[in-house]
């Protein structure tokens, strides 16, 4: 009797396992808005201005805009529209600064990773190998390694500073870097050498892409970005004769700026 209940339960099994589990859905962990801004800072180099700020000085400078566009046309609708597109301004700024700062940072992460490499050949401790990158590292990145040092000596805590290190540099070629030293600490072994000369390699392969692919690609971005300007700055140079501006002040030319500002985000993006 046993070997039949043995049988069916191992028959029953077989059988459920052909069917999908509905229980549990596997959900997509969504980063909060703030920290995605935090890291966007954290990437264009302004680490002493929080998200907060940042939203605080696009608040001010739209509103800024919209007083004196007012003073200058009285034509709400238009003021508006000014209005949002000086208040986007200083973040399209830090936008454009994290991506210069990421451009000239992936063309010195190889000669970080062969410092690191040539330190731990020399008989350095990992530690110290990232600590020296604050006076012999690239200038761009010897202060984050010279807090990285000084965060080190102060607690001892070689994951929590390399955490902090990760935070202040907000790049993602460190991260790859950060978990890699991570991950050869906690495993140890000789392969570390290995490693270094692996990623600096594929780090440079990496780099040489991308550079062809933006040079590629950048005459296109550059015209949609001139098709999207046009229209505003025909707009602009038209709030210089007030009586072209009339028109936006009924219900049509609202209608007109608002699927125009639509039509120009999507078109974009």
């Known amino acids: 009797m046993i070997p039949v209940l043995l049988l069916g339960a191992g028959v029953f099994c077989l059988w459920w396992s052909w069917w999908p589990r509905t229980g549990e859905s596997t959900r997509t962990q969504r980063v909060d808005p703030l920290t995605r801004l935090r890291d966007l800072i954290g990437q264009a180099g ?18 800024a805009v919209f007083v004196l566009t007012m003073a200058m046309t009285s034509v709400a609708p238009v003021s508006a529209a000014f209005a949002v597109i000086a208040g986007y301004a200083p973040l399209a700024f830090v936008r454009m600064r994290a991506r210069r700062r990421r451009t000239v940072l992936r063309e010195v992460w190889p000669d970080v990773v062969d410092n690191i490499s040539s330190a731990v050949r020399a008989g350095m401790a990992l530690p110290e190998s990232l600590a020296q990158l604050g006076v012999r590292g690239p200038e761009e ?16 805590q070689f994951n929590d500073a390399l955490d902090r290190l990760k935070d202040r540099l907000a790049d993602p070629v460190s991260d790859r870097l950060v978990e890699s030293l991570r991950i050869a600490r906690a495993v140890g072994g000789t392969d570390l050498g290995r490693l270094l000369r692996t990623l600096s390699s594929f780090l440079r392969d990496d780099a040489r892409t991308r550079a062809e692919l933006e040079a590629r690609q950048s005459w296109t971005v550059n015209a949609a970005r001139l098709a999207l300007c046009a229209p505003w700055i025909v707009l602009a140079l038209m709030a210089t004769r007030g009586e072209s501006l009339q028109a936006y002040q009924s219900s049509t030319g609202v209608a007109v700026l608002a699927i125009g500002a639509a039509v120009s985000l999507v078109a974009y993006r």
């Open 46 to 63: 302004y680490t002493s201005i929080s998200p907060g700020q940042l939203i605080a000085i696009c608040l001010i400078t739209g509103a």
């Open 141 to 156: 990145l010897r202060p984050a390694f010279a807090d990285f040092a000084h965060d080190y000596r102060a607690t001892g």
